[in-house]
């Protein structure tokens, strides 16, 4: 049974929709009775995604680092639903590296996916949502945004940036259009583990207070009651899931 009944035919875009915490999001939104509109730069992953619901109603690939691709994809979305209710910016990258090896080439590609890719995706959307006088805006950041780690300065940067963009879009948008930002800790996505080893992430598990990684449905969860009417007060907020990792030292 659908814990959010409102959101049941609201328009929904979630992009980085082919898998981990997009997926799981994007699944969520569908769950719910969301028609849910799915982008991804991965064609092939994003069109076997697309066909896994009866909710997904259509589907784009775009580079969200591109301006003309998220113009389009927006476009498109407008054909297919007549417009959007919901946006659940998520797209995003991470390169383990020191910082001394992190080349310029590899920072602003970071940049423009992860903070460039939010900016893009929320003025299209934030467009359409002031002209209807209604929508919710959702960003995908980082407890990594929230203080330093290790190996992660052009992802820490980007995350931090989103942060400050969800407050600052949501003085601008307020009453109408609401704007926040969930800051996942550690997630168990095909992206951490193509960087981590099994040794590496039972050594992460045990510096977070529950011993785990979070499964990305539970952040999808979270994005779910974001949206909903229970959320009617929230906005300009960035929201920790992190199983108590930046709560405070941990032994």
């Not at 992953?45 to 998220?70: C, M, R, T």
């Not at 960003?139 to 995350?159: F, I, L, Q, V």
Request: a negative charge; hydrophobic letters at 45%; glycine letters at 10%.
């Amino acid at each position: 049974m659908a814990k959010f009944p409102e959101l049941a035919g609201k328009r929904v875009m979630v992009t980085g929709a082919a898998s981990g915490i997009g997926y799981a999001t994007a699944e969520r939104f569908a769950f719910e009775g969301a028609s849910v509109f799915l982008v991804d730069r991965d064609s092939k992953a994003l069109a076997a995604a697309a066909a896994k619901h009866e909710n997904f109603s259509g589907s784009y690939a775009a580079d969200v680092a591109s301006e003309e691709q998220v113009k389009s994809s927006f476009l498109a979305m407008d054909d297919s639903l007549g417009g959007i209710d919901v946006l659940v910016s998520n797209a995003g990258i991470s390169v383990r590296s020191d910082f001394v090896n992190i080349t310029y080439e590899q920072w602003k590609r970071v940049m423009d996916i992860n903070l460039g890719g939010m900016f893009l995706t929320s003025k299209e959307a934030a467009i359409r949502m002031t002209a209807q006088g209604n929508g919710v805006i959702l960003m995908t950041a980082s407890s990594n945004g929230t203080e330093g780690h290790r190996w992660y300065a052009d992802y820490n940067s980007s995350k931090a940036g989103v942060i400050l963009l969800t407050k600052t879009m949501a003085l601008e948008l307020a009453p109408n259009v609401r704007v926040n930002c969930v800051c996942p800790g550690y997630v168990l996505t095909p992206m951490q583990r193509a960087e981590y080893t099994d040794e590496m992430l039972a050594k992460t598990n045990e510096g977070i207070p529950m011993k785990r990684h979070a499964e990305p449905e539970e952040i999808g969860a979270l994005y779910a009651f974001l949206a909903s009417d229970d959320a009617r007060y929230i906005t300009g907020a960035d929201i920790r899931i992190d199983g108590g990792e930046t709560a405070g030292l941990f032994s």
